[in-house]
């Protein structure tokens, strides 16, 4: 079982750019939760995916989007990048209601110049 | 102020010494507690996770809840260089996002 994988591993994007990130979630799970994690800091929920839909989102802009595919991986958009975009973008999948079953991807390291 | 307060350190100790790793929280409504391992460049890793108050044990990790306090702690037992990594706590109430702590950089010398 490969767990939770993200593609690209690193991106170094421009100002006013638009970026795509994808996450492939653990054999099984259904559902995909984005972070956005700074230099230093926690990751910071951005929205979760369950059944192609978003089912709850955090305190980030419209810029960012996502989708969820009918084999349940899911992809992260973020428009018109600003340099405080800069981070580690990490997803987790989970399977089921426990919490011990949520596992986190590798991130993808997005730098924005 | 944040939800969620940890100490970022950096806390360096020697091999074999007990580890305490603490954060706080403002938010009366979590009920789910977790602590997450981070090695560098790699995605965060699930350690110990609680439900509301008490003790839970796994092996050389302890993890403790005060509800009453809005207090948690994460203690490591006999600390070994391969523990040395970032940890993080993280809560929720019960839904589907999670509070993170801005992680604490934990250095185990041989």
């Known amino acids: 079982d490969a767990g939770v994988t993200q593609s690209p591993t690193h991106l170094i994007k421009t100002r006013g750019q638009q970026v795509t990130l994808r996450c492939s979630p653990k054999?099984?799970?259904?559902?995909v939760s984005w972070y956005q994690q700074a230099l230093g800091q926690g990751p910071q929920f951005i929205f979760q995916?369950?059944?192609?839909?978003?089912?709850q989102r955090g305190n980030f802009p419209d810029r960012f989007s996502g989708h969820q595919f009918p084999n349940y991986s899911s992809e992260l958009n973020v428009n018109a990048l600003l340099l405080g975009d800069s981070a580690l973008y990490l997803c987790?999948?989970?399977?089921?209601?426990?919490?011990?079953?949520?596992?986190f991807g590798p991130g993808t390291r997005l730098t924005v110049l | 102020q944040k939800e969620v307060e940890q100490d970022p350190g950096p806390l360096s100790v020697p091999e074999g010494a007990i580890v305490s790793l603490n954060c706080t929280y403002s938010?009366?409504?979590?009920?789910?507690f977790m602590w997450y391992r981070q090695y560098s460049r790699k995605g965060p890793e699930l350690l110990m996770y609680?439900?509301?108050?008490g003790n839970k044990e796994d092996g050389r990790f302890t993890a403790q809840v005060d509800k009453s306090s809005k207090y948690i702690s994460l203690f490591i037992r006999d600390s070994q260089p391969s523990d040395s990594a970032t940890y993080l706590c993280?809560?929720?109430?019960?839904?589907?996002?999670?509070?993170f702590g801005t992680g604490t950089s934990l250095t185990v010398i041989p």
């Open positions: 987790a999948s989970w399977g089921g209601s426990s919490y011990n079953e949520q596992f």
């Open positions: 054999s099984g799970h259904d559902t």
């Open positions: 995916y369950y059944e192609e839909e978003e089912r």
């Open positions: 938010n009366s409504a979590f009920q789910y």
């Open positions: 609680t439900y509301s108050s």
């Open positions: 993280a809560m929720s109430e019960g839904g589907n996002q999670f509070y």
